[in-house]
């Protein structure tokens, strides 16, 4: 970071880090391989060659979902701030604050209302980049307007998980998002709507233990750390290694926790259809004509799921 | 013998001294000691009135896990007649983490549960130090659903460090079980009513936590993490666990101000441990009011209620 990068207000600098990535090389946590960030953004953010599945922006993930990357950003409502005035190593405010900066976003979710496949869906995403996806206050009222959305609009209601479990800055009261954010699935339950869980890399604690394991459907991309205690915490209490493969998507795919597995390349063709299965309207006949996003989906199929190893 | 947690060493002292003069008192010596033993008394009770007046959080949390505090068996057997307790989730088997069955409740038919942590090291072993695996949250489950049914209230005993983060439990769906047990107290169309005992500690306390009425006993503690694990994660130095424990406001008096719970039951002076009959008793009683105040309601009332409730929690802090 060179003086004129240090003086430039955290604001300015957040507007040109998402000019940055242009020219920025992203390499492949698992193979150490170097990808070019824009043919990454056009791969949906799926390492080519080891098929490694980076993690994926709240905008970015509703713009690949809705027709034509176009959605309705549903407003989410606004919640006491800080109110344990809670400090650790820093003042929680000031992570806050650090996280709006880094991420343009008020707090971990965004909610999006639009068509798949001309099928109106409510979409909720966590992003893991504005505190690790944690659900406090803010996140727990921002999934209850997603739930309340849904069953307003009677449609389906898609999350996007990503977390690493519950706000601990906000104490108790992020511990009581289980039971509320339980609530909004109840309604969601009594309206008879379908509730699709895709789990991403990583999900686990507190997300895992509520609302993310009381879908109709869980879904979870390759290679995805998913479960309740997190492996270090486990390793811990045990002292023993943990087994190759443990917590992740296909392991929770063999224990019967998940539906199924499905790239990312798939992952919009598979939500469209089960959508509309679960709500029996008919099948999409364009499917085709209507691409998710502006991005361009490679054409070539990725290699089989059987060989993907976490 | 009494055990003493580390911040009761004065009174451990005065108490000690005590037992040593009565000892004299009863023997042929001919010695009297009266006045002395009086005066040691009135200084012993007062020095723990001091000290209970003002318990830290870090304090609290020591007293909520006092090996000698009343668990969640001595509760059941002395509020609860003809208890018959039930045993497996009908799918993988039994926890004794969590202890759950069906019985009389002042005369009438009531389901109660709750975690057990065990009081002698045998007993701790055999219920896991009150750490619930998968099946135990489905036991939970069921017993609820079956309770539901047939239209009986449900009590819930809460006393957790958490639940056990193990192979086992990941691989047989510890996160859905304990949203599936969450799921189902906000289903029931009985009252339900939760007290936490002792330690609440984060999902594995909320599992049987969602509830009509949560109470909470004086020096009992409910929290997201334990103060220990909060130190090792924020501060990254587990030696913060004090810092942690009154940062995250984990008291039943905090609580109470926040609206996560409802009711504080006392304490005698000096904890639970001190008078564990009085304590289970006054509990009782708190219990038998809580679920008065809910017995106007029909089952739709009752589910709206919960759901109500929770929804609230946060919506008018400052």
Same mark, same amino acid.
């Given at each position: 970071m060179n003086w004129l990068t240090n003086v430039v207000r955290p604001k300015i600098r957040s507007f040109l880090r998402r000019e940055v990535p242009e020219n920025l090389w992203v390499k492949c946590p698992e193979t150490g391989q170097m990808v070019f960030h824009k043919d990454l953004e056009a791969?949906?953010?799926?390492?080519?060659?080891?098929?490694?599945?980076?993690?994926?922006?709240?905008?970015?993930?509703?713009?690949?979902?809705?027709?034509?990357?176009?959605?309705?950003?549903?407003?989410?409502?606004?919640?006491?701030?800080?109110?344990?005035?809670f400090r650790d190593e820093r003042r929680y405010t000031d992570r806050l604050k650090d996280a709006r900066t880094k991420t343009?976003?008020?707090?971990?979710?965004?909610?999006?209302?639009?068509?798949?496949?001309?099928?109106?869906?409510?979409?909720?995403?966590?992003?893991?980049?504005?505190?690790?996806?944690?659900?406090?206050?803010?996140?727990?009222?921002?999934?209850?307007?997603?739930?309340?959305?849904?069953?307003?609009?009677?449609?389906?209601?898609?999350?996007?998980?990503?977390?690493?479990?519950?706000?601990?800055?906000?104490?108790?009261?992020?511990?009581?998002?289980?039971?509320?954010?339980?609530?909004?699935?109840?309604?969601?339950k009594d309206a008879g709507l379908p509730y699709i869980v895709v789990l991403t890399n990583p999900t686990t604690g507190g997300v895992t233990a509520s609302y993310a394991m009381l879908g109709d459907i869980h879904i979870a991309e390759p290679g995805a750390l998913i479960g309740f205690a997190g492996p270090r915490v486990i390793e811990q209490t045990i002292r023993e290694k943990l087994p190759d493969g443990f917590q992740r998507a296909e392991y929770l795919r063999e224990h019967g926790m998940v539906d199924m597995v499905v790239h990312r390349h798939d992952m919009r063709a598979t939500l469209s259809r089960l959508a509309r299965i679960m709500t029996k309207a008919p099948a999409a006949t364009n499917a085709h004509d209507i691409p998710a996003s502006p991005l361009p989906v490679p054409a070539e199929q990725p290699p089989a799921m059987a060989g993907f190893t976490p | 013998m009494r055990s003493y947690l580390d911040f009761e060493k004065p009174v451990a002292e005065l108490e000690a001294k005590i037992e040593e003069l009565r000892a004299l008192e009863g023997g042929d010596a001919g010695v009297s000691v009266g006045d002395e033993l009086h005066r040691l008394e009135t200084r012993a009770a007062q020095t723990l009135q001091d000290l209970y007046e003002d318990l830290t959080p870090w304090q609290k949390t020591q007293v909520a896990r006092h090996p000698q505090r009343p668990h969640c068996i001595d509760y059941v057997s002395a509020l609860v007649t003809e208890f018959t307790p039930f045993a497996g989730d009908r799918a993988f088997g039994d926890d004794d983490a969590i202890i759950g069955g069906f019985g009389r409740f002042g005369g009438e038919s009531i389901c109660i549960l709750g975690h057990e942590k065990g009081s002698t090291t045998e007993a701790r072993i055999k219920h896991n130090f009150g750490m619930a695996k998968p099946e135990g949250y489905r036991k939970? %489950?069921?017993?609820?659903?079956?309770?539901?049914?047939?239209?009986?209230? %449900?009590?819930s005993l809460v006393d957790t460090a958490g639940a056990y983060p193990g192979i086992g439990a990941e691989e047989r769906g510890q996160a859905e079980a304990i949203a599936r047990s969450t799921a189902t107290c906000l289903e029931l169309g009985v009252p339900n009513v939760a007290v936490i005992l002792g330690e609440g500690g984060s999902g594995g306390a909320i599992a049987i936590a969602t509830a009509n009425r949560v109470l909470m006993l004086e020096h009992a503690v409910y929290s997201v993490i334990s103060p220990e694990g909060a130190a090792s994660i924020l501060w990254r130095d587990t030696t913060k666990a004090q810092d942690a424990a009154t940062n995250m406001k984990i008291t039943a008096q905090d609580l109470i101000r926040f609206g996560v719970i409802d009711s504080i039951v006392p304490e005698p002076m000096g904890g639970a441990h001190r008078d564990p009959a009085g304590t289970i008793a006054a509990t009782g009683e708190a219990i038998t009011a809580a679920f008065k105040a809910l017995a106007h309601l029909d089952r739709d009332a009752i589910r709206r209620q919960r759901r109500e409730k929770f929804l609230a929690i946060g919506r008018t802090l400052g």
């Open positions: 791969n949906q953010f799926v390492i080519p060659g080891s098929n490694y599945h980076m993690r994926m922006g709240a905008a970015t993930r509703l713009k690949s979902l809705f027709d034509g990357g176009v959605f309705e950003e549903i407003a989410l409502p606004e919640v006491a701030v800080d109110p344990l005035k343009g976003m008020q707090d971990a979710i965004k909610v999006g209302y639009g068509t798949l496949d001309e099928l109106p869906v409510v979409a909720t995403v966590q992003d893991f980049d504005f505190m690790g996806g944690s659900l406090g206050m803010a996140a727990g009222e921002a999934l209850i307007r997603g739930f309340e959305t849904a069953v307003e609009k009677a449609t389906p209601f898609i999350l996007f998980a990503s977390s690493g479990g519950a706000r601990m800055q906000e104490g108790i009261l992020s511990l009581m998002q289980m039971p509320r954010t339980t609530v909004g699935v109840e309604m969601l | 939970a %489950v069921r017993l609820m659903r079956m309770a539901d049914r047939f239209g009986i209230p %449900v009590i």
